[in-house]
Nanobody, 124 residues
């Protein structure tokens, strides 16, 4: 059974940083692309970042480009999201997900497995 467990969320002031982690188990982590999404209250879940199985291909949403960095350590079955220069509009529950075999990397439906999410709150 595939499990994804996020950690690292919390409360931070605007301009601060957080590092999210997502520990995967139950599948061959190193063969799957991974994504980070977020969902703010009253809004749809939105794409944040994507990383290929090797880490050689990385894509960001325009809203986080230059501030967030996605990375992975296949030896530790973990994907990370380093978030710098945080803004109040980054406040959301952040989810990691394992990409499936079809669909576009930015589409919710392209991902087969999801973590439970971790709350990130940025105060102004």
């Amino acid at each position: 059974q595939v499990q994804l467990v996020e950690s690292g969320g919390g409360l931070v002031q605007a301009g601060g940083s957080l590092r999210l982690s997502c520990l995967a188990s139950g599948h061959t982590f190193s063969t799957y692309a991974m994504g980070w999404f977020r969902q703010a209250p009253g809004k749809e879940r939105e794409f944040v970042a994507h990383i290929s199985w090797s880490g050689g291909s990385i894509i960001y949403a325009d809203s986080v480009k230059g501030r967030f960095t996605i990375s992975r350590d296949n030896a530790k079955n973990t994907v990370y999201l380093q978030m710098n220069s945080l803004k109040p509009e980054d406040t959301a529950v952040y989810y990691c997900a394992t990409e499936g075999l079809g669909g576009h990397y930015s589409d919710y439906d392209a991902y087969d497995y999801w973590g439970q999410g971790t709350q990130v709150t940025v105060s102004s």
